[in-house]
């Protein structure tokens, strides 16, 4: 019986290239140079400080701008709300979100089931979702309704097996 699963992962290595990109461009670019703006990463945080909320709006521009060059998912990136710091300073943290939770996993249960495709089922595995159906095309359809599913994380499909 023909089966794929449904993941969510984010490549770490490419998040800390664009972080590290990110705060090169921010050393070099003239309206960043001596503002003290920073990015970094810490485990799956990425920290953002900057001098003024519209340096900071920049910083997650730029930030974002080197994500999506590394074909990273912005999906991936939550952002915290912005707190205020010493002397007028602002930071933000954002989350990588990496895994299905389970609401996740309900949410994308519900669109399989609500296909409506004879011999197609789904269930939750850990942090994945594992479709298993008679027929090769309806598992395609069902790949192609989740990747057209407005689901705030990225979405990955391996592990097809016939």
Known sequence: MPSF???SEVDLQEVRNAV??????VATRFDFKDTGASVELKAHEIHLGAPTE????ALVQVLEE???RRQVSLKAVNYGKVEEGSRGAVRQVA????GISSEKAKQINKI?????LKGVSSQTQGDQVRVSGKKRDDLQAVIASLKQA???????FGNFRD
């Open 66 to 68: 080197k994500l999506v």
């Open 112 to 116: 399989v089931k609500d296909l409506n």
């Open 95 to 98: 989350e990588l979100n990496a």
């Open 150 to 156: 407005d689901i705030a994380i990225p979405l990955q």
């Open 20 to 25: 590290d990109q990110a705060s090169r461009e």
């Open 54 to 57: 519209d340096r900071l709006r």
């Open 5 to 7: 699963d449904v993941t």
